[in-house]
């Protein structure tokens, strides 16, 4: 039997009554996006779709039976990773669609409040161009969305070296550890020096200055950041970390 800790409202594993039921209570469906882009050669290339979907999952536990999770959005921005085989990537406009639709198919089974649970830093500019475009549109729903790593900001900023920015890192690397280990090919866990071109990418990409680069400019295999560091109880403290900011969130939303 379950334990009453470990319920969930897991939309895809659910029967359309069961659903009806559960909507009784749910007020918030999360909604998590990840991406399908090369993570270096140590993590596989579902890494920001895993994290995202069991982080969310997670969340939903703790905040049952207020909110029920989607199906995650398994593929994001991911242009700037496409020089490295495997890579796919939406346009803009196709994610901003998928969103839509499925906020659209929410709505009409009564729900009124949203919240994207992102796992990939680079459906960030696409999610807040939603959120605009959604309060013009459609103001009687509220709708937010997390990039839910920066929850945990203070603790990434305690443990990460020179040059950590958050992709197939050390950082990423220990979150996985913790949420989704079976993303990790441990055996290839090694380290990937960045290309010395400090003009394009230390100096001013960290800046107000915006540009895109692809991955394949700034790394040799796709990490940006050291690997070999990872361990669990980074990954543990991060994912915690956001839970609790999240979930202090979630319920301020169900209550205003
Ligand atoms: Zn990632």
């Known amino acids: 039997m379950t334990k009453e800790r470990d319920k969930a409202y897991i939309m895809s594993g659910m029967t359309w009554d069961e659903v009806e039921r559960a909507l009784e209570k749910v007020e918030v469906a999360l909604i998590p996006v990840g ?31 207020k909110v029920i999770m989607t199906p995650v959005i398994n593929f994001g921005l991911s242009e700037h990773h496409l020089s490295f085989p495997g890579t796919i990537s939406l346009s803009p406009e196709t994610l901003k669609s998928l969103a839509k639709d499925i906020i659209f198919s929410l709505k009409q089974h009564g729900l009124r409040k949203f919240v994207f649970v992102n796992g990939h830093g680079g459906n960030d500019s696409v999610l807040n161009v939603l959120l605009s475009e959604l309060k013009r549109e459609q103001p009687e729903l509220e709708v937010a969305y997390v990039s839910y790593n920066d929850l945990a900001q203070e603790v990434v900023d305690e443990y990460k070296g020179e040059g950590e920015a958050v992709h197939a890192c050390m950082i990423e690397t220990s979150e996985i550890m913790y949420l989704a280990p079976e993303v990790l090919k441990k055996d290839k866990t090694h380290y990937d020096q960045r290309k010395d071109i400090p003009y394009r990418y230390s100096k001013y990409n960290k800046g107000p200055i915006k540009r895109t680069l692809d991955f394949a400019e700034v790394t040799e295999k796709g990490a940006l950041g050291d690997p070999r560091k990872a361990n669990i109880e980074i990954g543990e403290e991060m994912v915690e970390t956001a839970l609790n900011k999240l979930a202090d969130f979630i319920n301020d939303f169900l209550a205003n």
């Open 35 to 65: 991406s399908h882009e090369q993570h270096s050669l140590h993590l596989t290339q579902n890494c920001d779709t895993a994290r995202a979907e069991n982080f969310t999952k997670l969340l939903a536990k703790r905040l049952y039976p």
